[in-house]
């Protein structure tokens, strides 16, 4: 899953040029660029976490770096980022507990949040620069039944950068039930 998703999210990252850092995108507050970052801190993040060792990168869930990750080869960070998070997603780390920011959590919560994040940062640059935003149901689905399963409806673990869910009309797509789920409008 973890591998499907870093993957899916690569194709969306390979269509961010330069000229579309300055773009705003659903996460209001950032810029391309911004979420770009943000995107790349995850992936540490999460690499980190899920390996029991401190992260390489300053930043904390839902924060920005504190240094520009993104450089002049927002591609290669992607993949050397997504690389070294699908290999810290083995079947030993997702089975045991780790230490995190937020207090101890079981590793396939841990991979299923990392996951989640950075499937939905791709949708929301996607949707930044004008690519095409249907994420296959394949992924969609076990991504948004995690998070209603996880986030559920705790306005304390939707904080700091999941609003508060947005209903969608009965019948709307998996994708536009993910992102509206966690805050964003399809």
């Known amino acids: ?38 995107l790349l801190a995850t992936l540490e ?24 990750l993104v450089g002049t080869d927002l591609v290669g960070a992607y993949r050397t980022g997504a690389t070294a998070l699908v290999a810290a997603t083995t079947s030993e780390s997702v089975g045991r507990l780790h230490g995190t920011p937020l207090g101890e959590m079981p590793g396939a919560g841990l991979a299923g949040f990392a996951a989640l994040d950075v499937l939905v940062h791709g949708w929301d640059l996607a949707k930044a620069i004008g690519h095409e935003t249907t994420i296959d149901p394949a992924l969609a689905d076990p991504m948004l039944a995690f998070a209603q399963q996880a986030i559920g409806d705790d306005m304390g673990m939707r904080a700091p950068r999941i609003g508060p869910a947005i209903t969608v009309p009965d019948g709307a797509d998996t994708t536009s039930r993910l992102v509206a789920y966690l805050g964003r409008e399809p």
């Not at 993040?45 to 520009?68: H, N």
């Open 1 to 38: 899953m973890m591998r499907a998703v870093c993957d899916t999210t690569a194709r969306i990252v390979h269509e961010v040029k330069p000229t579309h850092y300055g773009l705003s995108t659903p996460c209001s507050e950032w810029t391309v660029r911004d979420l770009a970052n943000h």
């Open 45 to 68: 993040l999460g690499r980190a976490l899920l390996s029991d060792e401190p992260p390489a990168v300053q930043a904390g869930p839902g924060e920005l770096p504190v240094e520009d």
